[in-house]
C-alpha cells in the first residue's frame, strides 16, 4: 500500500445509521453526546483503501442487480486461508450466507431437530443462544473454568452434563468475550467430546485474524483431520476488516454428506448472496488486505495494552488477557458490588456503553465486554474515566 491506514482518525459516526453509535442512548441511556460507544463488535475505522475501491467501482458501474459467477471470490477464500492459515480449502465446500448469526442459524436448521439441545462453551457471544432458542431447540450451558486469570475447558464436568439428547456442539475460536487462543491440544479435546457424545461441531472462527502478537491461532480443521465427517467451518471478511454491515460469511463443510444437508436449508429459506458483500469480501482477501490488517492488528494491539494496563490499576477490576479479538472481558467481582451497581458507575458516571456480562450466559454475571477498536485516544479517554467512575476505590 502506498500509504499507511491511519487508525488514529476520528469519524463521526453519530447519525449515519451505526447501530453501535446511533443506538447506545436508547439501551444504554449513555448520551449520544459525549457518551463513548464500547459495545457493538464493529470498529471505528475505514476498511482497506482495497475495499473502498471495489465500492466505488460498483458505483462508477451503476447498476445493482443479482450476483453471479462467486468463482473469484472462492479463489481469494482459498487464496487467503491457505496463505494466512495453512489451510487448503476446495471451492465445492464453500457456502455463502447472510453473516455468521445467519450461517449459525442455518446450521441449527440444517443438523437439529426442535427439542435437540445445542451445547455453548459459556460465556460466549450471545447470539449463539438467540437463535438456537429462537429455532426451538434447547440452549446447553457448559460453563468454562478459569484457571491462572484465563478461561479452559472443563470436559468431565461437561461429560457429566450430557444426556444423549444433544446433537450439535458450537465453537467459538478465538473466543469471544474471552479473548482466548485455543491451542492444537485444547481443539482436539474438544473434538474428541464431540465425537464421544456425537455431536456435529461447528466452529466459528470470525476472529482467527485477528489474534495478538505471540499468539497462533489453529483453524479445526487442520487441528482435528479425523473429524471432517462432523465438522462445519465458519469465516468471514467482516469482522477482519470492519465490513459487518455488507452481511457475508463463509460457511466451508469438508464432507459431502453434511454438504447437501446444508444446501437443503439454504434452499427452504431462500438464502442468496449480497452482491455488495461478495464484492468487498473478495476485494478484502488479498495481498493489499493483508497488509492492512498486519498494520491493523498492531494498533489493536497498542489499544490493548493502553486498556489492560490502565484498567489493571483500578482495585477490584481484573481484565482477562486478550490473546485475539479486539473485545476486552473485565471482571468486577473484586470491587465487592453488584452487577447493577458497577454497570451504573460505567454507564452513567464513565458515559461508557459496554456489553453486559449476563447477555454471554453462564459465567457472565460479574463481566462487562469493551470494544477497543476505536482510535486510541478514545481508549485512553475510557480508562480515564473508569477510574474517575471508581475513583473511591484508589
Known sequence: MSTAPNFDERIERRGTHSSKWDMMEPIYCVPASDGIAMWVADMDFRPPPCVQAAI?????????GYFGDARANHDAIAWWMKTRHGWVVEAAAIFTTNGL?????LCVDAYTK????????????????????????????????IEGGRYVLDIARWDAQMTGSERMLVLCSPHNPGGRVWTGDEL??????CVRHDLILVSDEIHHDLVMPGHKHTVMALAAPEIQDRLVMMTATTKTFNIAGCHVGNVIIPDKALRARFQASINAQGVSPNTFGMVMATAAYSPD????????????????????????????????????????????????MAPAEFTARVEKQARIAANHGPSFGAGGGTFLRFNLATPRAVVAESVARLKQAFADLQ
Open 101 to 105: 448469526v445467519n450461517g449459525t442459524a
Open 289 to 336: 488486505g493483508a497488509a492492512w490488517l498486519d498494520a491493523l492488528v498492531a494498533y489493536l494491539d497498542g489499544n490493548r495494552r493502553l486498556f489492560e494496563e490502565g484498567v489493571a490499576t483500578i482495585p477490584g477490576l481484573c481484565p482477562m488477557a486478550l490473546e485475539a479479538t479486539y473485545l476486552a472481558w473485565i471482571d468486577f467481582a473484586g470491587t465487592g
Open 114 to 145: 426442535p427439542g435437540d439441545g445445542v451445547v455453548l462453551m459459556t460465556p460466549v457471544y450471545h447470539a449463539f443462544a438467540r437463535v438456537i432458542a429462537a429455532g426451538g431447540r434447547r440452549v446447553v450451558e457448559c460453563e468454562l473454568a
Open 56 to 64: 466505488e467501482g460498483m458505483a462508477a458501474h451503476g447498476l445493482y
Open 188 to 193: 482436539r479435546e474438544i473434538a474428541a467430546f
